[in-house]
């Protein structure tokens, strides 16, 4: 079974710039998470989709977006790019209805704004 | 904001000894969770332990959940080199994905 995949890998932007990232979650599952991961601020929620719909969100501005398809594949869009959006952006999939819902986490993209 | 703190920030130790790394909270989760991450890749689980003094066992890395559920502990017995990496605590509430994550405790071992 294929595990979760993002791209792309790296990207480089320049402040103001808008950027998007894609993630395909495990076939199966269709519940798709996106973190942010810092030196300074460690890993933090970003939001949870389930079914196209977005179930969760956590505390970042409104410049952080995304939304997902029919097949569960997920985009994160984040607009009006800010150095301190420097970060690995990570994506994780799940099965809901499985105890504890375990997450299974891409390899991530790794932003840079210049 | 729900914060993990997790302690040590950064440890080094040699081949064969042993370690404890501890993660608190002041807020009580419904289940915590232990993640490995190397470089250039996503956090990996470990375990998940839900009943407040739980312990699990993998192997050489045995996990405690606290009474109070707001804390929790991950020993390793005769570190291994690839037990490298960094390690991470998260804390879930019921009926949501969003978990909070600890600050991380980057584990070194020397052969």
């Known amino acids: 079974k294929a595990g979760v995949t993002q791209t792309p890998r790296y990207l480089i932007k320049t402040r103001g710039q808008q950027v998007t990232l894609s993630c395909s979650p495990i076939?199966?599952?269709?519940?798709v998470s996106w973190y942010q991961q810092t030196p300074g601020q460690g890993l933090q929620f970003l939001f949870e989709?389930?079914?196209?719909?977005?179930?969760n969100k956590g505390n970042f501005p409104g410049r952080f977006s995304g939304r997902q398809f029919s097949n569960s594949r997920s985009e994160m869009n984040v607009s009006t790019l800010e150095l301190g959006d420097s970060a690995l952006y990570l994506c994780?999939?799940?099965?809901?209805?499985?105890?504890?819902?375990?997450?299974?986490f891409g390899s991530g993209t790794q932003l840079s704004v210049l | 904001t729900q914060l993990l703190e997790q302690s040590p920030q950064f440890l080094s130790i040699q081949e064969g000894e042993n370690l404890t790394v501890y993660c608190n909270s002041s807020?009580?989760?419904?289940?915590l969770q232990w993640y490995r991450q190397e470089p250039g890749e996503g956090p990996v689980l470990l375990v998940t332990?839900?009943?407040?003094?739980e312990v699990k066992k993998l192997k050489r890395l045995t996990f405690q959940f606290g009474d109070a559920r707001k804390d929790s502990s991950l020993h390793i017995t005769a570190a291994q080199p690839g037990d490298t990496g960094l390690y991470l605590c998260?804390?879930?509430?019921?009926?949501?994905?969003?978990?909070?994550f600890g600050t991380g405790t980057r584990l070194t071992v020397i052969p």
């Open positions: 994780a999939s799940s099965s809901p209805g499985q105890a504890n819902e375990k997450l299974f």
């Open positions: 076939s199966g599952h269709r519940s």
């Open positions: 989709y389930f079914s196209e719909t977005q179930r």
């Open positions: 807020s009580v989760f419904s289940s």
């Open positions: 332990v839900v009943t407040g003094g």
């Open positions: 998260a804390g879930g509430e019921t009926g949501a994905n969003n978990l909070f």
